[in-house]
């Protein structure tokens, strides 16, 4: 899937453009399968079969000029989980004078994604019976409610989802449904609801890529019991539509100030958190903030401190390390930026309750 960035595009000029890469289409053994169009935001989205992104380039330059901005490799079966189709849109009418199928349908979506606990810690909690039960009827739940309100889940395990909506209002109002049905188990699961909305090719490699990674990054540091929404979010609703969220108890929303902040700092873990000599004043230095300044936000934003909200990271990715049987402790401790594995227990006991061996030896 490819991006185009056309200020004033119409969708007439993006059906003659589709037409023009299926031309030529055979010659550098591409498909051009289908498009999205958001006209407001002037962006473009192509589906396309292709044997490498360089053939993609040279198709669509040669037909008419129009370069991706971005290229990115997506399985057929993500793409109609996040839009809902892979094929051009049912029920399109081609124009009589030109035989056209003219049509905008944007990629923008709003991702909702929840969590719990880790399973392995909830089972070192409540026992293995009592988890069983409580994961059954949170997955239960969740895709119900996700199916009252038309949204489409992209994936899932045991512990998190993640759906994609197309209205905001449907989103906001299955997030509310899912925490109102799972209130009383809310606190023994430690769940967590997130909004963030985006497009399919962004910063990231992967569909949808950076705005679920921002998504889950906020399930991870909000309150049990929370639902947090992005100010992409928030600035989606009209004034009349905000009232369903408002009044709501445990209901927050990001300031936009906030989110560049928490994307910048996000972005600043992804690189560093691996590497053991990182610390304070390279966060500083790497985010050109003041440690009062960066102290300051963090807490504010997320309530801990800068070197807690670091080793919180870390110790979060080693739950993600350790769930790989093929992994180990030692190994474990280096890839997650800990300086030896005796800290690293240490950190993890303190902060789950249960050793890393431990952790190892439990399954679900």
Same mark, same amino acid.
């Given at each position: 899937?490819?991006?185009?960035?056309?200020?004033?595009?119409?969708?007439?000029e993006?059906?003659?453009?589709?037409?023009?890469?299926?031309?030529?289409?055979?010659?550098y053994?591409?498909?051009?399968?289908?498009?999205?169009?958001?006209?407001?935001?002037?962006?473009?989205?192509?589906?396309?079969?292709?044997?490498?992104?360089?053939s993609?380039?040279?198709?669509?330059?040669?037909?008419?000029?129009?370069?991706?901005?971005?290229?990115?490799?997506?399985?057929?079966?993500?793409?109609?989980?996040?839009?809902?189709?892979?094929?051009?849109?049912?029920?399109?009418?081609?124009?009589?004078?030109?035989?056209?199928?003219?049509?905008?349908?944007?990629?923008?979506?709003?991702?909702?994604?929840?969590?719990?606990?880790?399973?392995?810690?909830?089972?070192?909690?409540l026992?293995?019976?009592?988890?069983?039960?409580?994961?059954?009827?949170? #997955? !239960? +739940?969740?895709?119900? %409610?996700?199916?009252?309100?038309?949204? =489409?889940?992209?994936?899932?395990?045991?512990?998190?989802? &993640?759906?994609s909506?197309s209205?905001?209002?449907?989103?906001?109002?299955?997030?509310l449904a899912i925490?109102?049905?799972?209130?009383?188990?809310?606190?023994?699961?430690?769940?967590?609801?997130?909004?963030?909305?985006?497009?399919?090719?962004?910063?990231?490699?992967?569909?949808?890529? #950076? !705005? +679920?990674?921002?998504? %889950?990054?906020?399930?991870?540091?909000s =309150?049990?019991g929370?639902?947090?929404?992005?100010?992409? &979010?928030?600035?989606?609703?009209k004034?009349?539509?905000w009232?369903?969220?408002?009044?709501?108890d445990?209901?927050?929303w990001?300031?936009?100030?906030e989110?560049?902040?928490?994307?910048t700092?996000?972005d600043?873990?992804?690189?560093?958190?691996?590497?053991?000599?990182?610390?304070?004043?390279?966060?500083?230095?790497?985010?050109?903030?003041?440690?009062?300044?960066?102290?300051?936000?963090?807490?504010?934003?997320?309530?801990?401190a800068?070197?807690?909200?670091?080793?919180?990271?870390?110790?979060?990715?080693?739950?993600?390390?350790?769930?790989?049987?093929?992994?180990?402790?030692s190994?474990?401790?280096f890839?997650?930026?800990?300086?030896?594995?005796?800290?690293?227990?240490k950190?993890?006991?303190?902060?789950?309750?249960?050793?890393?061996?431990?952790?190892?030896?439990?399954?679900?």
């Amino acid at each position: 899937m490819d991006l185009h960035i056309v200020p004033g595009v119409t969708a007439r000029e993006v059906a003659e453009a589709h037409v023009l890469d299926v031309k030529i289409q055979d010659h550098y053994l591409c498909k051009a399968i289908t498009y999205w169009l958001d006209e407001d935001k002037g962006c473009v989205f192509c589906l396309i079969e292709a044997p490498d992104k360089e053939s993609v380039r040279q198709m669509h330059e040669k037909a008419h000029g129009l370069i991706p901005n971005e290229i990115i490799q997506v399985e057929t079966s993500a793409v109609k989980a996040f839009l809902g189709r892979i094929q051009d849109p049912e029920n399109v009418i081609r124009q009589p004078e030109t035989n056209l199928k003219v049509f905008t349908d944007p990629a923008f979506r709003i991702i909702l994604v929840t969590k719990t606990m880790d399973a392995r810690l909830l089972q070192h909690s409540l026992g293995k019976e009592r988890t069983h039960e409580l994961l059954l009827l949170y #997955s !239960t +739940i969740i895709r119900e %409610q996700s199916r009252n309100y038309s949204g =489409r889940e992209v994936y899932s395990r045991e512990d998190g989802f &993640v759906i994609s909506f197309s209205s905001q209002t449907a989103a906001m109002e299955c997030a509310l449904a899912i925490r109102k049905n799972l209130l009383s188990a809310a606190g023994q699961l430690g769940l967590r609801i997130s909004l963030h909305a985006g497009v399919p090719v962004d910063k990231g490699d992967a569909i949808f890529g #950076s !705005t +679920i990674r921002f998504a %889950q990054f906020l399930c991870a540091f909000s =309150r049990a019991g929370q639902i947090i929404m992005s100010s992409v &979010v928030r600035n989606l609703f009209k004034d009349n539509d905000w009232s369903l969220a408002v009044g709501q108890d445990n209901t927050r929303w990001l300031a936009t100030a906030e989110e560049n902040f928490l994307e910048t700092l996000l972005d600043t873990l992804g690189l560093h958190w691996q590497n053991a000599e990182f610390d304070v004043p390279d966060f500083c230095r790497m985010m050109s903030v003041s440690k009062s300044q960066l102290y300051r936000k963090c807490i504010a934003i997320t309530g801990m401190a800068p070197n807690m909200l670091l080793r919180e990271y870390r110790l979060l990715r080693s739950l993600e390390l350790l769930r790989n049987d093929e992994t180990n402790i030692s190994q474990t401790t280096f890839d997650t930026g800990f300086s030896s594995p005796s800290y690293f227990t240490k950190c993890f006991q303190k902060r789950f309750g249960i050793s890393p061996l431990a952790y190892l030896k439990t399954r679900p």
